[in-house]
Each structure stands twice: as C-alpha cells, then as structure tokens.
C-alpha cells in the first residue's frame, strides 16, 4: 500500500486543500504491481471510503488520466504530463543523458541519476548496460534511500538539522543480512558519506548487488541530484570501486554541474 503522507499543523490550517491530496492519492494507488484496480481496491490503497473514491476516480477519468479497464481503472499516458513537468525542469535530457550514456560505456556498467523525495530516491534517468538487479528500473523508479548509495549521497547532502528530521522519519528495512537498519549506525554511515563525498553499498538492497555514487551540486553549492553505477559482488568490488569507478563517476559529476549551473538547478527536496 502507498505511503501516506504524515500530517502536519498545515493539513489542520484554512490553507490545506483535501480534495487535492486525496486526489493524488488516488493516483498514487496505481504502481507496478497494481496497474489496474477496481473502485474497492482504489479506495483501499488510497485509505478513502468508497463514495470519496468513486468521485475522484470519476474526475480523474473526465480530465484523461485515468482510463477504464475492464471493470476496473488504470491511469492513463496523461498522468506522464505530471512527472515530464518536473524533469523538463531539471533540462536533462538533452544535456545529460549524452553524459551520462558516455560514463557508462567508458566504464560498462549501467549508471543512473536520481533525486531525493522523503524516504526514496527517484529515477530521473538511466543507462542500462548490464542487468545486475533483480527489479527492472526506469524513470519514475523509487528505491529506498537509506539502503542504497544514491540515496545516501543525497541525504548526506542535507542540512544537519534537515538531516535529524530525515532520521527521525527513517524505519530502515532489512533488504538482506546486510542492511545498515540501526539508526546510529546509518547515521554513522552517511556522516561518512558527507566527508568523503561518495557513498559504496554492498548487497545491502539486493544480494550480490554492488552500487557506488556521488553527489551534483547545484548553483548554490547544495547536492540536487545523485549520479551513480552498479556492479556484482565479487571478492575486490569495493578496490575497483574506490580505484577504477569512482575516478570516471566524479569527472562525469563536474561536467554535468557545469552544463546546469547556468539553468540554475533545484536543490533537493524533502
């Protein structure tokens, strides 16, 4: 089921619009494993009543992003307006996707961009070259932030005080035998990430699953995205890392931030 948003003074104030929130909650109740779902299941995930549901889903469909299938409904290619809104934002297709397909050839390992949204990264681009991961990944794909070295990269970039509320909502799942779980010592770990300006994950996610990433700043120097590439386990993974990979991810990160700087980039968001 989709997380829920948590509440704050601001959903009690004048200000706070519902309809819109449970609007996009509906929206949100559609992912890979639930591409179509009927009025009783949308009312569900989205932790409405079935009437509130209905009416939603009914608005939805009469602005076209969501479709009936079957007896029941999918979203639609309209709902595609929301997320290429934002990266159109961000200017990296024709900027960085050249980049960062040119990293992952040098190198032959797929490598990926993404930015912070609460507890996940998001997928903004990709460039596979090998599969290593179980999960197929695109744009748009969230993965835990706290397990993975993206995610890592990007909170290390957070203000210390934007930092202990990140923690504070953090409840780390345990994806293998070595998934960091204990908030100190994740902690620990990404205070590591903020000094050396890189984060290494081994099969913390998945099991024989290695990734390696480094932070992009924007124009005023805040990390805003998080580049990276991933490799199998084997026995000197984390040497190649640190002394093959890590070299060619941060000559690719110093290009990307200097063909943005001028676009003035977002600083990551929470």
């Known amino acids: ?25 509906v929206l949100r109740a559609f992912d890979a494993a639930h591409t179509q779902l009927s009025l009783a299941e949308i009312a569900q995930r989205s932790q409405l009543s079935r009437a509130v549901a209905r009416r939603l889903v009914l608005t939805l469909h009469h602005l076209g992003y969501v479709r009936q299938a079957g007896r029941g409904y999918s979203v639609s290619p309209r709902v595609l307006e929301l997320g290429y809104g934002y990266l159109g934002t961000l200017n990296l297709s024709e900027q960085v996707q050249p980049m960062l397909e040119d990293l992952a050839h040098r190198i032959d390992q797929s490598c990926s961009m993404a930015v912070l949204d609460g507890q996940s990264v998001v997928y903004v681009l990709r460039v596979p070259v090998r599969r290593v991961m179980t999960v197929s990944l695109g744009i748009g794909a969230r993965l835990p932030a706290a397990a993975t070295s993206m995610g890592r ?22 994806h293998t035998r070595h998934t960091v779980t204990d908030k100190k010592k994740l902690r ?16 913390e996610l998945e099991m024989g699953l290695c990734s390696l990433a480094v932070p992009i700043h924007n124009a005023d120097g805040k990390v805003a995205i998080a580049i990276n590439t991933s490799m199998p386990y084997q026995p000197d993974v984390a040497r190649k890392a640190s ?28």
């Open 188 to 203: 620990a770990v990404i205070e590591k990430t903020r000094a050396q300006g890189y984060a290494y994950v081994e099969q």
């Open 243 to 270: 002394k093959e990979l890590l070299p060619a991810l941060r000559e690719t990160a110093a290009h990307v931030e200097h063909g943005l700087h001028r676009n003035r980039l977002p600083a990551v968001s929470l």
């Open 1 to 25: 089921m989709p997380a829920k948003p948590q509440s704050s003074d601001f959903e009690e104030s004048g200000d706070y619009v519902q309809s819109l929130a449970r609007g996009l909650s």
């Open 153 to 174: 990269v990007l909170v290390a970039g957070l203000g210390n005080m934007d930092l202990d509320h990140w923690l504070k909502a953090c409840q780390p799942a345990a």
